[in-house]
Each structure stands twice: as C-alpha cells, then as structure tokens.
C-alpha cells in the first residue's frame, strides 16, 4: 500500500518514529512535513536522532495563525496527495498539522487513519480540541490509545474502524529511554547527578498568551526553587520564551530555576525520568510522568488524559499558584508497564497490522 504520512509538530515527530519503521517493513510511505515547527531544536534534531527517514515533501509552512497555518497547509497537503494518489493518509495526536492533513484526504475521498484518536479534554476552547474532534468524526481507521478513548468515541456514534492499540509513546519512550540511558549527558552537563530536582515545561496557548497566568505559573517555579532548595528546569518552548520576554518575566531568574533551549527528545526522557516531580500544561509529558513513575502537576484545569488523574499521580492546578505548590507533596510511585493503561509498547506493530488488514475492519 502506498501511505502518505503528514506531521509537522514536535510531539508528532516522537509518535511517528516507532510507526513509519514498522509501515516501511512491507508499504511505501511518503513523509511529508508541513514545517509547522522549523525551528533546529524543535524539529531537525528529533529526525536526526529518532532515525527518522528524511521528509519526501516540507512544506515550510510556518507559523500563523490558526486559520492561516491551517489554511496554507490543506492547500500545500492537497497538492501532495493528488500528485502522490496514496492509499491511505496517517496523521497523529492534535495538531493543526492534523487537521490538514485528515481534511486534505477526506474532501479527495481518501482514507484518513488517526493515530491517537478519541482522546476529549471536553475543553472546545483548545484548538487541539477541536482539531481531535474534527479529525476523528472523519477519519476510517482510528488508532486509539487507551480504553476510554474507545468510549469517548462510542459517546459520538463513532465504532467502525476504532482499534484499541495502545500508545505508540509507550513505544517511543521504552525505545529511546534505553538509548537515553546510555548516550545522555543531560543530568551532568546540568549538575544534576545524585541532586533531587523538577523538571517543567510550558507551551499551551492559555498558559502562554495571558499575562496573569504565565506570571502566576513563572513565579510559582521562583518560588519551588526557594521553599525546597532544589533546583527546576525547564526547558523553553519558543511560543513560551516570546511571552516571557513580552510579560519582562525573564529579566530576573532566581538561581534555581534553570532554563534551557528545547530539549532533545533522548535528554528529556532522561531528565524526566530522575526527576522529583514534573510540571507541565503538556499532553505528551502527563502520560510520560505516568508511564515513568513520576508524580505530575498539571498547569491546566482539565486533561484528555484522565486516567493519570484517577490514580493520582497526576494533579490538576490550572494556573493557581497556591495549588500549584501544595499540589508538589506527592511520592514517587513504581507502575508496572504490564498493566499500564497505555499498553505494553507494541502499539505500533497492531497499527502497522492493522492497516494490512484495512478492508476487514
Ligand atoms: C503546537 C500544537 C500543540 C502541540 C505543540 C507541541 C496546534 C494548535 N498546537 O503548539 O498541540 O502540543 O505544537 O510543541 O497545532 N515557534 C517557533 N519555532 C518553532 C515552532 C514554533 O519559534 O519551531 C513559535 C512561533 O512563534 C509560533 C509559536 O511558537 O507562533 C507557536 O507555534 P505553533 O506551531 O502555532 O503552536 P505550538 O505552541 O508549538
């Protein structure tokens, strides 16, 4: 079969490693990138290092806003595809880059196979909401992570082509963690090894674009790093970076509090991995605190990922400053990936058969 593949966010470079390998094994799959996320450390590096084969197409689309970057990606993605003519059309999570591709493929009646369907934040304010909601309702194959993906889609009439796969970054991380744990020199460039310390990160448009909450989310790191004496790190989106120099919160960075470029994928695993607790308004980095044991603070006041929450390894604060602290005396805890909610890391080789078997589903 002949599969065009479309991504074009970090998150998305991370999901697609553990497919297309086992795609290439017996279909043609053609890569194309729609260059929503150029920057060096944000994309190149994650191909690099995740042997990811380079782009067929990069469509250099950039940045913009949501109906322009989307707009200009349909267009560019359209013309791939009626060239190309594929079989099938893979997208992955909940990017604009998603929702391209899955629309570009749908209006030329091609099948759209979702990676990461199903998933509700129930949030229609997040532009990732909307794209997942949209993506799924015109998709033929959706690849589902978890079983409550399964019946979020039941909830919407959706069940013929939904597969319960498993997550393909249980894949990625059990993969990577161990190339990680070998090759990483993160914990000692940052004087790391042996010290207690958090990890955060930041990116999401409702924490970044307003003023009140990312000074709220900022100066409850400063204050982390006082109360406890250790220090946090965090790695800088550049959406983030561009507000905390607008809001003049980077002028003045107390001691502890580290902040790096983004990292690369490898350097994160293992940074999160040793880390006392994580604090992040990321999707991917939520179910990455769950499968590596770490207790997580979630800087939203919701999550698609609801079953880290059931257990209580990870807690919900929004911006709240006084939340966000309180929300940090929590212990580390071993999860067994046996009977993890994600799966055991073989989600890619169920989609890769999956999709051989298309006409049964
Ligand atoms: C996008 C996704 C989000 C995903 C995230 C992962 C959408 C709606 N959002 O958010 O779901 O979790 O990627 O990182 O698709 N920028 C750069 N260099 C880059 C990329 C971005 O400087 O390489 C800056 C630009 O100023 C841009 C801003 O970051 O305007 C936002 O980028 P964009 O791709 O629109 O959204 P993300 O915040 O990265």
């Not at 949209?134 to 959706?158: Q, R, W, Y």
């Not at 929004?318 to 602290?325: A, D, L």
Request: hydrophobic share 35%; charged share 25%.
């Amino acid at each position: 079969m002949k599969i065009v593949s479309v991504v074009g966010a970090r998150p998305q470079f991370i999901k697609c490693a553990p497919v297309s390998k086992e795609l290439r094994k017996e279909h043609k799959e053609i890569l194309v990138h729609t260059g929503q996320h150029y920057d060096a450390n944000m994309s190149d590096v994650f191909f690099k290092q995740l042997n990811i084969p380079k782009p067929d197409y990069n469509l250099g689309i950039g940045s913009g806003s949501h109906g322009v970057q989307t707009g200009k990606m349909l267009a560019g993605i359209e013309e791939v595809l009626m060239k190309e003519e594929p079989d099938i059309v893979m997208v992955y999570g909940d990017t604009n880059s998603t929702l391209a591709g899955a629309l570009a493929a749908s209006k030329l009646n091609i099948p759209v196979a979702h990676v990461e369907a199903g998933l509700r934040s129930y949030d229609r304010t997040m532009p990732e909401e909307i794209n997942r909601v949209m993506t799924d309702h015109i998709s033929s194959l959706l690849f589902c992570p978890t079983k409550t993906a399964v019946e979020n889609l039941e909830k919407e009439g959706i069940t013929k082509g939904v597969c319960l796969t498993g997550d393909v970054m249980v894949d990625a991380l059990q993969h990577n963690l161990k190339i990680a744990e070998k090759e990483s020199t993160i914990l000692k460039d940052l004087k790391l090894e042996g010290k207690e310390y958090f990890v955060a990160t930041v990116h999401r448009q409702s924490n970044t674009d307003s003023r009140e909450n990312l000074t709220t989310i900022f100066n409850a790191f400063c204050e982390i790093t006082q109360i406890t004496s250790s220090p946090l790190i965090f790695p800088v989106h550049p959406r983030t970076l561009k507000y905390l120099k607008k809001f003049g919160l980077s002028e003045t960075i107390p001691e502890g509090l580290i902040l790096t470029d983004p990292l690369p994928y490898p350097d994160m695993l293992m940074l999160m991995s040793k880390a006392k607790k994580i604090l992040t308004d990321s999707g991917g980095i939520q179910k990455e605190a769950y499968i590596l044991g770490v207790p997580c603070v979630t800087l939203r006041e919701n999550t698609e990922w609801v079953e880290t929450i059931n257990n209580g390894m990870n807690v919900l604060t929004g911006s709240n400053k006084n939340k966000i602290i309180s929300a940090l005396k929590r212990n580390r805890v071993e999860i067994s990936l046996k009977d993890s909610i994600f799966k055991k890391g073989n989600a890619s080789l169920l989609i890769a058969s999956k999709i051989r078997s298309k006409e049964s589903i």
